[in-house]
């Protein structure tokens, strides 16, 4: 049955184990993302069993997921913000979640005060890539605040970066966390965790660059797809292959490379443009945008993604690939496609 994800567990492990060794190496002790595989049970029981001991979501079905497949074996952390309306849920089945908004830790302490928890939170902070985070001249105010609530731990503080604006963690950049963390700490209150960024700060903790004091880092794509997120180079060691798309032919026929007839928007509200290349032969696979985003390499020769619908992925393909119905084209999902992946009903997960 086709379209499918062909998930190597084994790939996926020894990648788990190249990253936690190379942060180990750096003084930092990883937590694993899994929202990009949905909290596949699988993938996530290959991390655990190399080595993770926390494991990190954006959902909390998810999370949940997660408590009910390994109860206390893991840590819990829960990535984005918690809803108002989550944070019993959030007190009840994450350990630690990313915070920035002190109505929302009041939420937080009050259900931790109902379940008589002490629930651990890391005040995530702004600096610059502006997504999550309170600005850094801030923070020592919240603190103030957070002293009043009882029933929450501080376990230190984060950052996110390389998201929305594609900020570059640098020396510089991650050093303002930690002037924050000294003065927090100056009336002996302990911050023991420092979370700076996600697999964007790969290069920089493995070349030293990063400050001492970052101990703590949140990792999904490089566990994945094996590669860091600034300039999405190979990491050393790991697998690129851990996930394979696979799609089948439902057409083959030679086409010229522009459209007969006036131009205008196409499925998605786009005005296409094309470039005229004469005729070429073109193939149809049986998948779309409700599977998979094109952002995809095609590991076959002579084959390349030209465009795609809902449920039609478009391939100008070289005669010599001797491509016809039936036959199925592999491809390499980037981020944005294993996402889609793991989260479309319509392919079929297959373990290897
Ligand atoms: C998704 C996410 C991560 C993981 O990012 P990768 O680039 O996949 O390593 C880390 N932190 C937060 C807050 C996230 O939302």
Redo the contacts with the bound molecule.
């Keep these: 049955m086709y379209p499918q994800i062909e998930i190597d567990l084994k790939k996926i492990g020894e990648n788990a184990k190249v990253m936690l060794h190379q942060c180990k190496a750096h003084g930092v002790v990883p937590c694993a ?1 899994t ?2 595989v949905c909290a596949d049970k699988k993938v996530a029981t290959e991390l655990v069993e190399n080595g993770f001991k926390q494991l ?1 979501d ?1 959902r909390i079905e998810n999370i949940i997921k997660l408590r009910e497949y390994f109860g206390q074996k893991i840590e819990t952390l829960l ?2 913000l918690p809803m108002l309306s989550d944070c019993e849920k959030v007190v009840q089945y994450c350990d630690i979640s ?1 915070n920035s908004e002190l109505a929302t830790l009041k939420e937080l302490d009050k259900h931790a005060k109902r379940q008589k928890k002490t629930h651990k939170v890391i005040i995530m902070v702004d600096l610059g890539d502006l997504r ?1 985070g309170i600005w850094p001249n801030e923070v020592l105010t919240l603190k103030d605040e957070l002293k009043k609530l009882n029933n929450i731990e501080v376990l230190g503080l984060g950052t ?1 970066l ?2 929305y604006g594609g900020v570059i963690p640098t020396n510089e950049t991650l050093s303002k966390l930690i002037e924050l963390k000294e003065k927090w700490e100056v009336d002996k209150d302990k911050l023991h965790l420092i979370s700076g ?4 700060s790969i290069n920089i903790m493995t070349s030293k660059d990063m400050p001492q004091e970052v101990n703590h880092l ?6 994945f797809l094996g590669r860091e ?1 600034v300039a999405r180079k190979h990491i050393v060691d790991t697998n690129l292959d851990a996930f394979k798309v696979k799609a089948e032919i439902i057409e083959v026929k030679k086409k010229p490379s522009i459209p007969i007839g006036t131009i205008g928007q196409d499925a998605f509200g786009e005005t296409p443009t094309f470039e005229d290349k004469g005729e070429h032969l073109r193939a149809i696979a049986a998948i779309g945008r409700q599977d998979i985003a094109l952002s995809m390499e095609p590991l076959q020769k002579g084959v390349e993604i030209i465009g795609g619908s809902s449920d039609h992925l478009l391939l100008d393909v070289d005669e010599k690939t001797n491509l016809k119905v039936g036959d199925i084209v592999e491809f390499i999902p980037g ?1 944005g496609a294993l996402l889609a992946a793991m989260t479309s009903p319509y392919v079929r997960k297959v373990y290897k």
Excluded: Q
Excluded at 218 to 223: A, C, D, H, K, V
């Design positions: 993302v929202k990009v990190a954006s990535l984005r990313l999550e996110n390389t998201c960024g996600n697999s964007s949140r990792l999904g794509e490089s566990l997120t981020y």
